[in-house]
């Protein structure tokens, strides 16, 4: 794996910024590093570096205590998210219904892996515990919306759809498709 | 006897709630279930569909969003009630029914009976959902206002008879509350079935000046939906007995700990704390009496572990969820230390019609040893998937083949799994057996929060069973070697038997290592993570066999050891539909035009066999894949 390049100086500036905005809205307590941190990732997309060291300094607690929490549970990430994300439902019954191939459809289609996103940054690839819509399976929630009977080529269908909105996004800028 | 203070205060609002929602409505009402599994189906797009067409014909009928009323199967689902007629519900609702329904039922006097799935009351024009055979089996207790309220108003739930309950607890003693639930025998929904009224007891007695209410709504269980379903579509009654129990302990203070993938029940549950507050139900003085309540949502970041209750108390103290050893137990020492009672979802949901019915008529349902109702979430391969709840007691068969319709297609009924991943598979066998914490334990399995999986004949026991272990392995918090360690290693067994590899004698080491694991794990994750494997070892055993000794998977499943093939003599030489379905290009015409699957290319995703017509139904899955004919 390539070494993740450092973002500039600038760019930790402005992230350390967009969080201490998000700081002042809470008491500086421990049990508030976990709603702090989900708004902070809710502003940001991710949890850059630069926003963990600030979290850390307004809570006066180890930078790695920080790190520690935001690695253990599934919903925060560490990386930018794409404009669109995907993930895939894994819950039992998505499971017994196909849900492992319609992740590796997605796989294929999208060219990563789960937990990444597409270079362009249009597609984020996840997978999901259980969304509880069990008896939709198999689902995959795009942007958010739980979509059901997901399958192979449904995948292409949605696929196609997010395509045909990126042309017409591109022809209203009038630039050439 | 002059009322009390908190019953004059209800009786005001009850008034009020009334004038806005009255028992019988004048007009006509379109209710719409958009709860997430409606949503899925596309109810959003349904109620905007009612909206556009009510406003472009200028009609004063209310569109209202409701939760769900538990038959998921016929998402989306609509009910219309119009004056003259019962509440009728309509099944696989899609906008273009939904003008039709405008047009012809609102508007007209047609209630499209091709449309409807059934009357919500008995009458002698349509099928009522009494007459469905899983009305004999249901007794809705919880799940009774889920789909008919609108969950973001609270008047609506008020003038349904809301919060009655908390004016007559708040009435009496703390103690008498607490003696009342102790007596209904209630006992914890979240899966392990503590008795409540104990737990809250010894929260009571517990030394210390603070205590805490904790809802424990990290519904983690793949597989199970009814905490979410309950907290869509009927929110007030989880803070109705959130209040209640908090009354009754002692506590100032109450936290509902939410998954964050349930974004609407978030949603929902935000609205209603605001709404209670602003109705004087928390926050000082709750209906002008001294009992003083707030309560605070926490979302949880996704980890199957915070489910349990030490480690969810460590996620609300801002740290890595990881559980500790138990006792002190939290009802002594909990959240920062202080007395805390956690109860699921559902447990609170009870409270209100313990409290409102008294514990005697609670007592009257279910099995002497697990009164009242259990909820399950079926799902999987059975007809009728959605929410139900029957009484205690009831046996599996009459849940899945009564309730549920049985299983889709003619296929065989195999396994049912319960509980999730801490619950275990069952077979036919133990079909008859009662649903109650005790039966369900003796046979391997538990009753967990009330997930049920139906497998056919189609789903693979060893599949499944390294499924459970790729999730719980994945999930460990790390804390225990054995479940750390213990799972890595029989999730290597598992996948290496899925591939037809591993031997014999494996099967032996999984079995001890899977005890293993259950006596050297510090909680009930590690300590019931082996389930899956346990009641699949125990029930499935020549399923594993076949797959390591013939390197064959008889439910066709596992991908390492099945391929698919397309029958020459049955394949039709106009027909290109498998080769436009396929998506990865692997299947081509012959010299013959007869369609070949290149087996090298073919990532077995079975597209193919569902686009192949049924008047040819040339594909078939092969056994191992060296059975697939050489050219």
Redesign the interface.
Known sequence: MAKAAKPPLKENKKLAEATRGVLGGFAKKRHNLIPILQKVQGKLGYLPRAAMTEIAAYLDIPTIDVYGVVTFYNQFRLNPPGRHSVRVCLGTACHMKGGHITLDAWRRRLNIDARQTTPDREFDLDTVACVGCCTMAPVTVVDDKPEGQVEPTRVDGILLAFENERKARAKDKGEAV | MKPSKAATAYAVLRERAATRWPARREGTVVMVGAA??G???GALEVLDAFRDEIKKRNLDVPVIEVGCIGH??A?PLVVIAKPGYPPIAYGYVNPVIAERLVKEFILGDNPCPEFVLAALEENDLLPAFADFPRARYENKIILANCGHIDPTDIENYIAAGGYESLAKALDTTPEAVTEEVAKSGLRGRGGAGFPTGRKWQTCRESPGDTRYVICNAD???????MD??ILESDPHSVIEGIIIAGYAVGARRGYIYVR????LAVARLETALKQAEEFNLLGESVLGTDFSFDITL???????VCGEETALIA???????MPRHRPPYPATQGLDGNPTVVNNVKTMAYLRHIIGRGADWFKGIGTPESPGTAVF?L???VVN??LVEVPMGTSLRQIIFEAGSGIPRGKRFKAV?IG?PSGGCLPESALDLPVDFESLKDAGAMMGSG?M?V?DED?CMVE?AR??LE?TQR?S?GKCTFCRLGTKQMLETLTEFTRGEGKLEDLDTLEQLARDVKAGSLCQFGATAPNPILTTLRYFRDEYREHIELGRCPALMCLHLIAYYILPDKCERSCDACVG?C??EAISPDKKRLKVIDQEKC?????CL?ACPPQYNAIMKFSPPSEVPAK
């Open positions: 997430t599994c949503r899925a189906a998921c199967y998402e519904e983690g269980d793949p597989g199970a939906f979410r379903a964050a993938e349930y974004p926490f979302q949880g970041s996704g980890a199957f996620s609300l103290e801002g740290r890595s969820g979430a799902a999987g391969k998937t959605g799994q999730g997930g999986v497998l789903d499944i499924y459970f999730f999930e918090c379905s998506t990865v990532v077995k995703c079975g597209t569902t």
